[in-house]
């Protein structure tokens, strides 16, 4: 079994994550911003990475630290649940429609944590959740899993649909990327023999 379990406690807040790669979507989920809780379920089911997350966050302050946090911890269960990142696909992609809304997600497990953002919203908040802050979550997941990735909207105009569009491919692209190829024989896939740096 391939899981992580990350407890994160700061001033600001308190979180509990598990994470299961060889799961079949489920979840349970609630970090105090709906919208937010919404999205990391679409993670979840399309991804079939088993998801358990609470957060205790300092929401009469701002949404900040709940955001950040939370990605920083789903990050690192990640990469404790992909240990050596022996014989996964390591690489994975997807385009996701969402009516008039088509997004598309590139990633690879390098070790090498980089976002590349293209796409925004025309709107402050999607529910009670700042949409300035979706660019970010995105940028803590990939700093702390390890992530190279790129997210694009090809185009959309409603934003609820360009956010779960986003989210959608993500998941998408990370189950193909944690799938364990059995051609591979259990070999880190690189040349350098680890992954990362």
């Not at 406690?9 to 299961?20: F, G, L, P, R, W």
């Not at 060889?22 to 088993?50: C, N, P, R, W």
């Not at 497990?109 to 709107?123: D, M």
């Not at 949409?131 to 934003?159: K, M, P, R």
């Amino acid at each position: 079994m391939r899981t992580g379990r990350i407890e994160r406690k700061t001033a600001e807040t308190a979180i509990e994550i598990e994470v299961n790669l060889d799961g079949t979507g489920t979840y349970a989920v609630s970090t105090g911003i709906g919208f937010l809780d919404h999205m990391v379920e679409q993670f979840a089911k399309h991804s079939l990475i088993d998801v358990t997350m609470k957060v205790a966050g300092d929401l009469h302050v701002d949404q900040h630290h709940t955001t950040e946090d939370s990605a920083i911890a789903l990050g690192q269960a990640l990469a404790q649940a992909l240990g050596d990142k022996a014989g996964i696909a390591r690489y994975g992609h997807a385009y996701s429609p969402m009516d008039e809304t088509l997004a598309r997600v590139a990633l690879d497990i390098s070790g090498r944590p980089y976002l590349a953002w293209r796409a925004g919203f025309t709107q402050q908040r999607l529910g009670e959740w700042d949409t300035e802050l979706i660019e970010h979550w995105f940028q803590s997941v990939a700093q702390a899993a390890g992530l190279t990735l790129h997210v694009e909207l090809l185009y959309g105009q409603n934003n609820h649909h360009i956010c779960e569009a986003i989210y959608k491919g993500f998941a998408r692209a990370m189950r193909a990327a944690v799938e364990v190829d059995p051609r591979k024989g259990g070999a880190v896939p690189s040349t350098k023999g680890i992954l990362g740096g």
